[in-house]
């Protein structure tokens, strides 16, 4: 029986417009009811899915959870409060950020705990987040200090092409040991860049042993890259019909439907109900 589902939100759970479809929170309901934890397991931010935490009922529940930054931060969805903070080592983010600076074409993201900070950014990224309910302040400059007694749980950069986002990758190896950051893709616009041995993966691992489940008790969905380190953890990993080529190759179960049909449904009335 299984006892957890941690899903990925943005073309997963979410529809490609970032909303939450009833069928979808309907679903997760009732596997709630039934006392089965769900778990958004997102590259984002808690703060800008916390409305749709609500229409789950998962809100401000004691003993409920979120994953959040790619398995920077574990939350009890109740006030929010942190049980595993992953952050990585300021020396090391701050190399990243100046990469990510140095090419003008790119909107590096700086994920601090709790404030999503942007340098130059682009309508379209910015327009993707806003979509989202993601809210972030934008840096005037390049100057990483302002981070120093703050804790960084990820760094990535938006480019439009997989070219360019492998180039940044190669870029921000130059310059950091590649032994001490975790990369991963995700939307088709981002490169991901964590502390080493933090992903979606260890992420799920951790809390799992904190409630007493074992990992095959646990589903876990996903559509892209920076879900794969969750899939392969896991007793049943899913992939959503969008999912990409090595989602799909991961998962023991692809989804007739996709994100925008009600995927999460179709699992949770498939493996749950």
Do not use: W
């Amino acid at each position: 029986m299984y006892k957890m589902i941690v899903c990925d939100l943005d073309e997963t759970l979410m529809n490609d417009d970032g909303s939450l479809s009833e069928k979808n929170a309907a679903a997760i309901k009732a596997a709630s009811a039934k006392g089965v934890y769900f778990v958004p397991n997102s590259g984002r931010s808690y703060t800008s899915f916390q409305n749709d935490l609500a229409t789950m009922g998962l809100r401000d529940q004691p003993n409920q959870y979120s994953i959040s930054y790619n398995g920077g931060l574990v939350l009890e969805n109740d006030g929010n409060r942190p049980m595993m903070v992953n952050a990585m080592p300021y020396a090391t983010a701050k190399a990243i950020f100046e990469a990510g600076a140095a090419n003008r074409e790119a909107a590096t993201h700086v994920y601090t705990q709790d404030v999503l900070y942007i340098y130059n950014p682009t309508p379209e990224d910015s327009a993707y987040l806003t979509n989202r309910g993601v809210s972030f302040e934008i840096m005037t400059t390049a100057d990483f200090s302002m981070f120093k007694d703050l804790n960084v749980m990820k760094v990535i950069m938006a480019l439009p092409t997989m070219p360019k986002r492998r180039q940044m990758r190669a870029d921000v190896e130059q310059v950091v040991d590649p032994t001490e950051i975790a990369v991963t893709y995700s939307s088709d616009r981002y490169v991901e860049f964590n502390r080493a041995g933090v992903n979606k993966g260890s992420a799920t691992v951790q809390l799992g042993e904190k409630l007493g489940i074992k990992p095959a008790e646990i589903i876990a969905a996903g559509d892209n890259g920076n879900d794969l380190p969750m899939l392969k953890v896991v007793g049943l990993p899913v992939s959503v019909a969008n999912g990409i080529d090595s989602v799909k190759a991961a998962a023991k179960y692809v989804t007739t439907a996709d994100n925008n049909h009600d995927a999460m449904a179709e699992i949770i009335n498939k493996f749950i109900l």
